[in-house]
């Protein structure tokens, strides 16, 4: 059974920093891209950004909103997936999903969701 | 950036009636949308890629249509279960970005 579960999740001061990690356990992770996905408060899901799997360079993309300030990482060995987060700001507070990444011709969907981590960035 | 929008905001229906949602990319996605249901408190759940494809377990009930820049996602007989915010979400290549629709609130009447 497929499954990914957040953590380091809480409450931050703005400026601050914060490290969440996603652990995924019943498939092959390094043959796949993981993606972070983010949702505020009573609104609409919002992309943060992708790893790609190593096969694929293990290159990074990311949303415009969070790009130099929020950097993602993997290690394969342990399953992990991470987002590094910087320079929090107020706007940032949100439910952070990690998620397993599908692709299909040029498309890519989401079909493994975590249960997500409340991330609050407040003074 | 291409934008998604999802129409209408909020639909009211009953249980046994058909669904139709729509979702309108600003420019051409290809076949390359993907839709979502989500239910209050709970993580999103992958319905449909490849804007007609059924993901794995879901129920025949549920279909995608569409090309270029519009799509639909049809519940053909609401099962009380389906009560949610539907999103649909695309991937561009260059730049590579993702964008969600803002949501449709499927809602009982």
């Known amino acids: 059974e497929v499954q990914l579960v957040e953590s380091g999740g809480g409450l931050v001061q703005p400026g601050r920093s914060l490290r969440l990690s996603c652990t995924a356990s019943?498939?092959?992770?390094?043959?796949?891209?993981m993606s972070w996905v983010r949702q505020a408060p009573g609104k609409g899901l919002e992309w943060v950004g992708f790893?790609?799997?190593?096969?694929?360079?293990?290159?990074?993309e990311y949303a415009a909103s969070v790009k130099g300030r929020f950097t993602i990482s993997r290690d394969d060995s342990k399953s992990i997936a991470y987002l590094q987060m910087n320079s929090l700001k107020t706007e940032d507070t949100a439910v952070y999903y990690c998620t397993r990444d599908i692709y299909y011709g040029s498309g890519s969907a989401f079909d493994y969701w975590g249960q997500g981590t409340l991330v609050t960035v407040s003074s | 950036e291409i934008v998604l929008t999802q129409s209408p905001a909020t639909l009211s229906l009953s249980p046994g009636e058909r669904a139709t949602l729509s979702c309108r990319a600003s420019?051409?996605?290809?076949?390359?949308l993907a839709w979502y249901q989500q239910k209050p408190g709970q993580a999103p759940r992958l319905l449909i890629y490849d804007a007609s494809n059924r993901a794995t377990g879901i129920p025949a009930r549920f279909s995608g249509s569409g090309s270029g820049t519009d799509f639909t996602l049809t519940i053909s007989s609401l099962e009380p279960e389906d009560f949610a915010v539907y999103y649909c979400?695309?991937?561009?290549?260059?730049?590579?970005?993702?964008?969600f629709g803002q949501g449709t609130r499927l809602e009982i009447k």
């Open positions: 790893i790609r799997s190593k096969a694929y360079g293990g290159t990074t």
């Open positions: 019943g498939f092959t992770f390094g043959d796949y891209a």
């Open positions: 979400q695309q991937r561009s290549n260059w730049p590579p970005q993702i964008t």
């Open positions: 420019q051409s996605v290809s076949s390359y």
